[in-house]
């Protein structure tokens, strides 16, 4: 029986595949963390060593209190500086105290201390600067948010972290990325648990607005159950990993498709539905992605669905986006076009 149902899955495969690819852009089109066109221009004018339209970006989003994109902009020009900062330094020499250029050094010295083999003690070593530059953003949760992880690597007690969580909150209730800096401190990889990680995501995603990010804050929890402890887990019923991505379909739903805002909650969602085999909806949410694929969560070590590539953010978002379309080939009816069939014994048939 199971070589049948085999058989018969792979005619249905190959009938249906070509069919349900149509719903995916090309894997050529395909883009991984492609900047907005805000912050397209500041990376190419960076890579000329000119940080001006880095330092107008950042500005402008200070000014007008766009704290999410803030982050966004900051974390990604921190990534581009890792490798190339000649830009940073020259404007750092033009400019000593603008806010915004030290917001992008101390993001990039907090990701090199990150990845030294003495973490806590090269992140302890940047405490001065950490608290120095929140201290002196009144109104800006961003620099609070890397205090937040900052402290996380450098070990911080709890009520080092509350404090710090408490004035985040102060500045912005409902920042995404102070949100997720909290959720990984109370998830089980590092000062908490899986079930403490679901309470603060399922509560902070209630306190949202609906078109909020935080909303999708429960299915990160689920991406790190399923990642670290893919087998059952009691603490965690499957029920509420499968009610996290409700929770985010519903969000992800409200937003145009193709749309690179709620880019990365999309990615982390087509990854939990790949992991619980939900294929249908899978292939919904890759349709909404569109070219937009994002690092997180493809590069992390632990892959999803057949053919996934490790160390290969792009070729693994592309190998679970074929996996989900065999799949839905595999269970969709051999004579089913998916448009209905108006033929022998239909309608108007003979």
């Not at 089980?188 to 909020?212: I, K, N, T």
């Not at 193709?258 to 999309?266: I, K, L, S, T, Y």
């Not at 892959?303 to 190998?319: E, I, K, N, S, T």
Request: glycine share 6%; net charge neutral; aromatic share 8%.
């Amino acid at each position: 029986m199971s070589l049948l149902r085999a058989l018969i899955g792979a005619v249905r495969s190959a009938r249906h595949a070509p069919r349900l690819a149509a719903g995916f852009v090309p894997d050529d089109d395909v883009l991984l963390d492609a900047p907005d066109e805000r912050l397209a221009p500041a990376l190419v004018a960076a890579a000329l060593a000119d940080p001006e339209p880095a330092a107008k970006l950042l500005a402008t989003t200070r000014d007008a209190g766009e704290w999410e994109d803030r982050d966004r902009y900051v974390t990604r020009l921190a990534t581009f500086a890792y490798s190339r900062d000649d830009w940073l330094t020259h404007w750092l020499s033009a400019a000593p105290r603008d806010p915004d250029a030290l917001l992008v050094t101390a993001q990039l010295a907090v990701r090199r201390a990150w990845e030294s083999p003495a973490r806590a003690e090269r992140l302890r070593e940047l405490t001065p600067l950490i608290q120095a530059m929140a201290e002196e953003a009144p109104h800006d949760p961003v620099p609070w948010r890397l205090a937040l992880d900052h402290a996380r690597g450098a070990h911080a007690g709890p009520a080092v972290f509350e404090s710090l969580w408490e004035q985040a909150v102060r500045r912005s209730p409902h920042h995404y990325g102070c949100h997720v800096a909290a959720l990984k401190y109370l998830s089980a990889q590092w000062y908490g648990s899986h079930r403490a990680a679901f309470d603060f995501a399922e509560q902070a995603a209630d306190d949202a607005a609906p078109d909020s990010l935080v909303r999708a804050l429960p299915v990160r929890a689920a991406y790190d159950r399923l990642r670290v402890a893919p087998d059952r887990d009691p603490s965690v019923p499957e029920a509420r990993i499968d009610r996290a991505a409700d929770r985010a379909m519903v969000l992800s739903a409200g937003f145009p498709t193709g749309d690179p805002w709620p880019a990365e909650v999309r990615n982390l969602l087509a990854y939990v539905l790949v992991e619980r085999a939900r294929w249908d909806e899978a292939r919904a949410e890759f349709g909404r992605i569109g070219v937009h694929a994002t690092s997180f969560p493809w590069g992390a070590a632990r892959g999803a669905g057949r053919g996934a590539v490790r160390g290969d953010p792009l070729r693994r978002f592309l190998a679970a986006r074929d996996t989900v379309r065999t799949e839905v080939a595999r269970r969709t009816p051999l004579w089913d076009t998916g448009e209905g069939r108006a033929g022998r014994g239909g309608p108007g048939g003979h």
